[in-house]
């Protein structure tokens, strides 16, 4: 697996422009591991040719790497990964915080809706493999938090990730034999706004 850094500086209008660029910006979040443009264009519910266009612009700014290739029947794949697995806006942009803002929420929401169409394609193509007899293991969470403020939804993410990341590192062995998906979604509740200004996040 090849490293990557947690967080990347854009300081470059053109970096700024596909870091914003809600198909690019997607992508992006895709390829915190590596994966060709097939497999992020399976996830996205995307054509390959359009996300293999995206892809060569992502590279073109130095946001994407080429790194490696794998065979899948007659055709050899290329492999691309963002450098980062987080991007982070200079100030020296000039862009407001605000728009900057609307814009990261805006595209949070779309990851979550590819998110949910991808785990429903997949519960299908697993429930038909019970019914043909074969075991499937799995499991879920769900529950609600209730959150003040920004800055305590940032905070509570932040700490959810990292307690994360330090589970997933601990099971994470390219030894094993059964690969398991591991989502994170975190959003307020549609229209549960209370009195207070508080938001439930599921």
Known sequence: MTEIMEAYLVQLPEQASAVLHPIRGEILSQLSEPASAAEV????????????????????????????????????????????????????LGIHPEAIQQVKDQHALAHLIYTSEQIRKDALALMDQSDEGETIPSATLQTQVYLRNEDEREAF?????????????????????????????????????EKDGSRKAK
Do not use: C, W
């Open 41 to 92: 264009a399976r996830r996205m519910n995307e054509k390959p040719q359009r996300i293999n266009y995206h892809l060569k612009i992502l590279e073109k700014v130095g946001l994407v790497k080429k790194v490696g290739t794998r065979q899948v029947k007659n055709l050899v794949e290329v492999l691309y990964q963002a450098v980062a697995r987080a991007f982070i806006l200079s100030d020296s």
């Open 157 to 193: 993410v932040q700490e959810y990730v990292a307690m994360l990341k330090q589970l997933a590192a601990k099971y994470q062995s390219s030894e094993a034999s059964n690969a398991y998906q591991v989502v994170l979604a975190v959003y307020p509740h549609p229209g549960k706004e």
